[in-house]
């Protein structure tokens, strides 16, 4: 077993989000890790949506973490097999083969590989369930007492072309609703009108400022109102609206004041609910575990590495502030561009790469 074989053989296991359940690619990589002397857990927040855990006991551990889905296909027709793992001039194919299943073998692999190596600090490796959707599985662990353990460093592996990627906007996504009496729509001054309120409420957040400092890295919070959906009929005073509001947030934006916010300024006509909300991650460029990783990343890679963002969230959302706002890298094999994408594939040098930068940061962290 190598991790490119391993990438393969994870590809051919239909892993989509939510009609194909991750159980059996847990089960591959966990065989694999308890041959390698983990202690591994299987956890599951739906049947057959399984995470799992797996450890190698010790103080300060150093975290992998990895998602076992997948995003559907998509209309358009693929040129490759989705599901069949060909390699053709020194591209991997296949759904999940950049986002992120090569990463998920690198990483095993690189557990593999230290399997003999005598460990001062702990090792834990988290392949979960359920990312695609909201990071349902990471938020299940999280929620489960003594099932994430200790860590005192993270690495995601994440697609990002094995550039070390020390941050990532949140997102809060709301479903404003507004609500009216409905009338003729040749009476409306006897109804009251959910559209023209849903109206306002949409361009009160045109102006709206977050007040804070952009960061170097990510820049700015953003705010888009994504929908607009009211009314029935044209000759009916509308009784209901709603408009979407898409959010992405920095991390020195909290979720929860902002929320505040902004019902304080869309008043109480407009009803909130939370869709989605995961926070920003950060790590500065200065934290000795992100030096750490730079220098195993230019010697896996023979080029010089500088930290760079991503605009997607990950799974760090959720584990990050579960295990106390450890530093936290994402790095990984697959291509940024080539996530959710009609033929997907990786290179595979570049997941060799990964494992041979997985194995430095491993052994630098838990075997120095
Ligand atoms: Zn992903």
């Known amino acids: ?5 391993l990438t393969r053989e994870l590809v051919r296991i239909d892993t989509i989000n939510p009609t194909s359940p991750e159980k059996p690619c847990a089960e591959r990589a966990g065989r694999l890790l308890q041959d390698a002397g983990f202690a591994v857990q299987a956890f599951e927040f739906a049947p057959g949506r399984t995470s799992l855990v797996a450890r190698r006991d010790g103080p300060e551990a150093l975290c992998f973490v990895g998602h076992l ?4 296909l998509g209309a358009a027709k693929w040129s490759r097999d989705p599901f069949g793992g060909e390699i053709s001039a020194g591209r991997l194919y296949g759904r999940g083969s950049s986002d992120m299943k090569s990463g998920v073998a690198a990483m095993v692999e690189a557990a593999v590989q230290l399997a003999r190596t005598p460990l001062r600090r702990g090792l834990t490796l988290l392949l979960v369930a359920g ?12 929620r489960t007492p003594g099932a994430l353990g200790n860590a005192a460093a993270m690495i995601v592996g994440e697609p990002t ?7 990532h906007k949140g997102a809060l996504w709301l479903r404003a609703r507004t609500r009216g009496i409905t009338a003729h729509g040749s009476m409306p001054d006897k109804g009251d009108n959910a559209v023209l309120k849903a109206a306002r409420a949409a361009l009160s957040l045109a102006d709206f400022r977050f007040e804070v400092q ?10 888009n109102v994504g929908t607009l959906h009211g009314g029935l009929n044209v000759n009916s005073v509308p009784d209901e609206a709603v408009i979407g509001i898409d959010i992405r947030t920095i991390p020195s934006v909290r979720h929860a004041p902002l929320r505040e916010r902004l019902q304080q300024r869309l008043g109480p006509e407009v009803q909130l609910e939370t869709l989605v909300d995961l926070e920003g991650v950060r790590t500065r460029e200065d934290d000795p575990f992100v030096q750490r990783v730079c220098d195993a990343v230019a010697r896996a890679t023979g080029e010089k590495a500088r930290p760079g963002a991503a605009t997607y969230f990950t799974d760090a959302s959720v584990l990050t502030p579960a295990y106390g706002g450890v530093p936290t890298v994402v790095l990984g094999p697959g291509e940024m561009a080539l996530c959710h994408q009609t033929d997907e594939h990786c290179r595979v040098d570049r997941i060799e790469q990964a494992v041979a930068a997985y194995v430095e940061i491993a052994r630098g962290w838990c075997a120095p």
Do not use: K, S
Not at 131 to 142: F, I, K, R
Not at 161 to 167: A, E, L, S, T
């Open 69 to 72: 889905d997948t995003v559907p």
């Open 214 to 223: 952009p960061d170097p890295l990510l820049g700015g919070p953003t705010l």
């Open 1 to 5: 077993m190598n991790a490119v074989e």
């Open 161 to 167: 072309g094995n550039v070390p990627v020390v941050g």
């Open 131 to 142: 990312e695609e959707t909201g990071c349902e599985g990471a938020a299940h662990l999280a």
